[in-house]
Structure formats: C-alpha cells, structure tokens
C-alpha cells in the first residue's frame, strides 16, 4: 500500500496545494490596499520643433522637448505582495487630428528594497515626445501625469495615477536651431 | 506499472470500459468548458497566457502566466500592458503601451514597448507597420502568477516529455476505479 511512488505523490500533491493556498492567501491580503500616492510635477523648459519622423512617415511633424522636475515619495506603496512599480511619466493632450493622445516620455523600475524617493530637478524625458501630426505648436492644456503600475508577487496589475497633475502650453513659434 | 495497468483494463467487463471512456471524455469537455467559458467572460479569444521571453523583466519572467481580458467599453491607456498578434508571427508579445492616438473618428493606434527593450516595437511588427489597432490585440494583462507556466514551456520544448505526461494521465483515468 505505501510504496515509494504513493508517498511521493501524496507529499507532491499536498506541498502544491499548500503553494497554491498560500499563494491565493497572498493575492486575497493585499486585493483592497489604497495605493493611491501624491506626485509634484512641473516643467521648466518647453520647446516645440517641426522636423522629419523618419521612424514613422518622414513627413515633418511636431517634436516636442521639455525638461522637468519631479518629486514624488512613493515608499508608501510598497508592501510584501509588491514586487516592482513601474513608474511612468506622460504628457496627455487633444489636438486637431486626434481627441486624445497618450504620449510616455519617461519611465522608471523601482524594485523592493531600492529608493522610492524621487526628487529630480530638470530632468530630460527619456523617449521623444512626436505628434503624429502638427498638434503640439501652441498646444494650450498639456497635462503631465506620474502613474504606477504594480507588479505583484501575484495578484491584480493595477495601474494607478498619482494626484497631482501639472498642465502647460507649448510655445506658438517653433524652435529652428539646436535647442 | 505499465503492466498491471494494462492487466487492469483486461479484467474489465465491456460495461465497466464503456464508463471509463465516459468519465475520460467528461474530463476532457469539462476542461474545453471552462476554457471557453472564459473567453466568454473575458473577451479575450486567449484568457491565459504564458510569458515566454524576457522583454518584460524584471516583472515578468520566462514561464509566469497572465490572465487577461478584453473588454470594448474599457478603453486602451498608456502604461497598460497588452498582449497582441503580429501578422507573420505565431506566438503573441506581451508588451506596455507607450504612446496612443485617439482619432477624431474614433481609430485607435498604439504602439507598444518592452520594459527590458531600449527601442519601441516597430521592428518586430509586420513589414511597413508603424502602430497596433484594437484588432491586434489578444488582451491586457489583468492578473500575473508567478513560474507556473514553466510546465507548458516544458512540454513545449520537450515533445516527448509531453507525449509521456499526456499518457500516463489518460492511462490513469482509464484504469483508475472509485
């Protein structure tokens, strides 16, 4: 009745349904933690150009740099079922062409146990900002937001927007020399 | 083993063989039910789905599996991560929105990136394709669970290892008797 394979099975069977029902205990503890945060945003140089996108069209589109600072303390947030935020940083706006356009110009990996504090003064956006049109010249109501996405050790992959916006305004003549 | 298994089928009556075949197929539909069942509930025509590169890491790794949905009323947003086809490719890149542009007339197109990539997608899409529309996509990462993918990596990458798997199991439930 006891043979080798009959233990085996029986310890195999009952270590993956305990890995299983610690696992679903893990998800269940952190299901309804507010991760909501607060983020300062503000922009400190802002410059719009008009150049050739030769990763897309080649047609000449708007291009869009800006350098920004940011501060934002996000220790708050991490937890045992935390393992990585990926933090992001995008600017949101409407133009002619499109109602809404999304674009990331930022990001960062914090994983657990590193600095969560951010405090960074004129920092350059880390992807370039293009328009898939000529919508960002005198743009009125550009919003920059910080939002997170928690990885978790299992469970749900909320993505969550930090408060604290910051809104400004392209300039209405393009920039022609370097910036 | 195999031996007294295969006495085991010899001593059943046909009445007795005929059941095990049933219970067999009940196993098998139930699991195409729940499958199914899922598609329907999430929208998605792949609700679960193994990572199989590491693009995303360090969140996700080789064998982790994610459970998606797909729902038309909840609209794509950057810093989603979303799973989609490319034409030309089998297998189906789980990968984050990192820029989307909302038409007037309502077309949406995106494109997508790889938290461990230092360049966005439009390498790996179809030839002359620069963003991704609602039709590619399989689904959007709602849920992740850790290394337990790794099995269906393994028998992927092992035929044999599956071929084994797979008899041994429908051999047990032949055989097996409450």
């Known amino acids: 009745m006891h043979s080798l394979l009959s233990r085996g099975n029986a310890l195999v069977a009952y270590t993956l349904s305990l890995l299983a029902c610690l696992t679903f205990m893990c998800f269940l503890s952190t299901l309804f933690v507010d991760y909501r945060s607060s983020a300062a945003i503000n922009t400190v140089k802002v410059v719009v150009k008009n150049v050739p996108d030769y990763s897309a069209s080649r047609e000449k589109c708007d291009l869009g740099f800006l350098t920004f600072d940011l501060q934002a303390n996000l220790t708050n947030v991490f937890n045992w079922n935390v393992k990585q935020l990926f933090l992001y940083l995008t600017a949101e706006y409407a133009s002619e062409k499109n109602s809404l356009s999304q674009v990331v110009l930022w990001d960062k990996i914090i994983l657990r146990g590193e600095n969560a504090i951010l405090d960074f003064k004129s920092m350059n956006s880390k992807y370039y900002f293009w328009d898939d049109g000529n919508g960002l010249r005198n743009n009125s109501h550009v919003t920059l937001t910080l939002s997170y996405n928690i990885i978790p050790n299992s469970g749900l992959l909320p993505n969550i927007g930090a408060t604290g916006h910051h809104i400004f305004q392209f300039p209405s003549e393009y920039t022609v020399s370097r910036a | ?178």
Request: aromatic fraction near 8%; charged fraction near 20%.
């Open chain 2, 1 to 178: 083993m195999i031996q007294s298994a295969l006495d085991e089928l010899r001593r059943m009556n046909k009445r007795q063989f005929i059941y095990q075949c049933l219970s067999f197929g009940m196993i098998v539909s139930s699991a195409l039910m729940i499958w199914k069942g899922l598609m329907v509930v999430t929208g998605s025509e792949s609700p679960i789905v193994v990572v199989l590169s590491g693009s995303m890491e360090p969140a996700f790794h080789r064998g982790d599996l994610l459970f998606l949905t797909n729902f038309e009323s909840d609209p794509v947003r950057v810093g989603e991560i979303v799973v989609f086809k490319v034409e030309g490719r089998d297998i189906p890149i789980v990968h984050r929105v990192v820029k989307l542009h909302e038409g007037r007339n309502g077309t949406v197109k995106f494109l997508t990136k790889g938290d461990n990539n230092s360049v966005d997608d439009r390498g790996l899409y179809a030839p002359g394709q620069l963003w991704l529309t609602s039709k590619d996509m399989v689904g959007r990462a709602r849920g992740f669970l850790p290394h337990v993918g790794m099995v269906t990596i393994y028998m992927n990458e092992y035929p044999k290892f599956k071929c084994a798997v797979l008899a041994a199991l429908g051999l047990y439930v032949l055989v097996h008797r409450e």
